[in-house]
């Protein structure tokens, strides 16, 4: 127990992940997507929703679309010969925020560039719609073949004037859907760079948080936060920091929540993500100064009939949700959970 901290136990239900402060909605000028307004989640780069030709997947946040979302992504990741766009998009249902669908996709570690929309409905009640964006219009897959998806582009490429591109070598990775930069033809995108150990201290949101021996951390490209990977052997854990503004009420419109209202919205997402009950083996309050917030251990089965267990605290101080979480199978997290304990106890906003 950390000094300057009191905790009350409390026995309950619940769990959150990730979730970033957003980047400034965009207009899309011309194309397929001409005049709507489009909200990049988890990072997207914007541009790339000017760019032809495209693969785009057209999605619903549920269940029923993520089987085809997860195979689209891991698409979207190989190396390709020419450089077409890629991306997803999610048009917002009654009821859907920017906020509550960004979590479900965080959760799931997608990588493809993602857009938030509730400027038209490009479902028109289907789960997801395959499409090939070229010369201003679209062409929708009549079934979900990413083999027909591939020699379409091909196709569209060859005929946009594209020209074909060396494919990465195994030390390089391509970045699909990021537009190169001026004067420069399509090429790979260089390997990440390397992690930091020990401390990670985020002046923009104010919190600090001790990586573990054998772990590095990568901050975010938005800054919001940071992810760890362990470099001394295997792991499946999942362990990151983040911080959110205060800026949604409980039902999406601008406002304030409490923490509790916070990870209550996230436990309804996981749940809906996995299809499965989210059952929480204690909760505590936390408060740190002046500040309060939530400390939650929990556990659920997922939707491939994995145990996981989780813990995950979130703090709301000047203005700001900031949070810790880890999250496992429930084997590795039981055999961690002194790692955890010291990671969660390092945790501590600074302002």
């Known amino acids: 127990m950390r000094i300057g901290r009191v905790f009350v136990v409390v026995m309950a239900v619940g769990v959150a992940l990730a979730n970033p402060a957003f980047a400034a909605p965009v207009t899309v000028e011309s194309g397929y997507f001409a005049d709507a307004e489009f909200q990049p989640l988890m990072d997207a780069d914007p541009r790339v929703l000017e760019r032809e030709p495209a693969a785009v997947l057209v999605f619903a946040a549920d269940q029923s679309a993520f089987t085809a979302l997860a195979e689209f992504d891991k698409w979207a990741q190989r190396p390709h010969r020419f450089d077409f766009a890629i991306y997803a998009v999610v048009p917002g249902r009654e009821g ?48 979900f073949s990413l083999e027909d998806l591939e020699r379409r582009m091909e196709r569209a490429s060859e005929d946009a004037g594209l020209e074909p591109r060396s494919l990465p070598a195994s030390d390089t990775q391509t970045s699909p859907g990021s537009p190169p930069a001026s ?123 994995e145990k996981r267990r989780g813990r995950l605290q979130a703090i709301e101080a000047d203005g700001v949700f900031k949070v810790a979480a880890v999250e496992g199978p429930a084997a590795e997290f039981d055999r961690s959970s002194s790692m955890i304990e010291d990671f969660i106890g390092s945790f501590s906003a600074t302002r």
């Open 183 to 305: 004067g420069d033809s399509a090429t790979t995108a260089p390997r990440r760079p390397p992690g930091r150990k020990g401390v990670y201290n985020n002046s923009r949101f104010g919190f600090t948080v001790r990586f573990p021996d054998g772990w590095v951390y990568r901050e975010s490209r938005s800054g919001d936060g940071a992810v760890g990977e362990r470099v001394a052997g295997p792991s499946k854990m999942d362990m990151r920091v983040w911080a959110t503004p205060n800026e949604f009420a409980a039902d999406g419109s601008p406002g304030k929540m409490t923490v509790r209202d916070y990870l209550t919205q996230h436990i309804e997402t996981l749940g809906q993500q996995e299809g499965a009950t989210v059952e929480v083996e204690a909760r505590y309050v936390v408060r740190e100064g002046f500040s309060e917030g939530r400390d939650y251990t929990y556990s659920y089965t997922n939707k491939d009939g």
């Open 96 to 143: 859907d925020t920017a906020l509550v669908v960004e979590e479900i996709l965080r959760q799931r570690n997608v990588r493809v560039p993602i857009f938030f929309t509730t400027s038209a409905d490009y479902l028109a009640g289907e789960p997801y719609k395959l499409l090939v964006l070229r010369g201003g219009g679209a062409l929708q897959l009549t079934r």
